[in-house]
């Protein structure tokens, strides 16, 4: 019986230049898209980080009689420890040399509220005439909150809590007749 041939040498596998940068795309895109998964999955912080923005988007019609509607489509609901108020703004409010502009806050949204839509019926016939406000939504923590309504003249506030922040587009609406 004769011997076996013996083995053949291996040949060298050398991959092109182009199979390297085709490797080296998908290790890169691989890398990055685990980042991102990683980050997005992570707990970084409240919920309202991840919200697109505007959390609330608010509509009204640009006049009105005694009453309109607005709708609010919540995109993202408040986190724990803070609630949106939409906030009626009116400016040169007052008699002659005495103007200001005051702040109503209406209607709150609270967490663990639903990412929905709300419509509600507003009632201006008390208001002036071609008088006109602003409506948006303002998001404050629950020391913003006590500010807030601690600073209300009948209904309204004459200003803000520094550092609360809007949550929502703005609208205005005027009173076009009765």
């Not at 390297?20 to 691989?30: F, K, L, N, P, Q």
Request: glycine letters at 8%.
């Amino acid at each position: 019986m004769g011997s076996a041939p013996p083995p053949r040498p291996r040949r060298r596998f050398r991959p092109s230049r182009y199979q390297v940068t085709i490797a080296a795309v998908i290790a890169a895109a691989g890398t990055i898209g685990g980042a991102l998964i990683a980050a997005s999955s992570g707990n970084s912080g409240s919920s309202q980080d991840k919200c697109p923005s505007p959390a609330v988007q608010l509509s009204a019609p640009d006049k009105a009689g005694s009453t309109f509607q607005t709708t609010a489509k919540v995109i993202c609901p408040p986190a724990e420890g803070t609630k949106y108020y939409l906030i009626a703004q009116m400016d040169n409010v007052g008699k002659p040399g005495t103007e200001h502009t005051v702040y109503c806050p209406k209607d709150s949204i609270t967490p663990g509220e639903e990412a929905r839509t709300y419509t509600t019926t507003r009632d201006i016939h008390d208001s002036p005439l071609r008088s006109k406000r602003a409506l948006y939504y303002l998001k404050v923590t629950t020391d913003e909150e006590q500010e807030l309504l601690s600073n209300l003249h009948d209904t309204c506030a004459w200003k803000l809590p520094p550092g609360a922040e809007t949550v929502s587009n703005s609208v205005t609406v005027e009173h076009g007749w009765q």
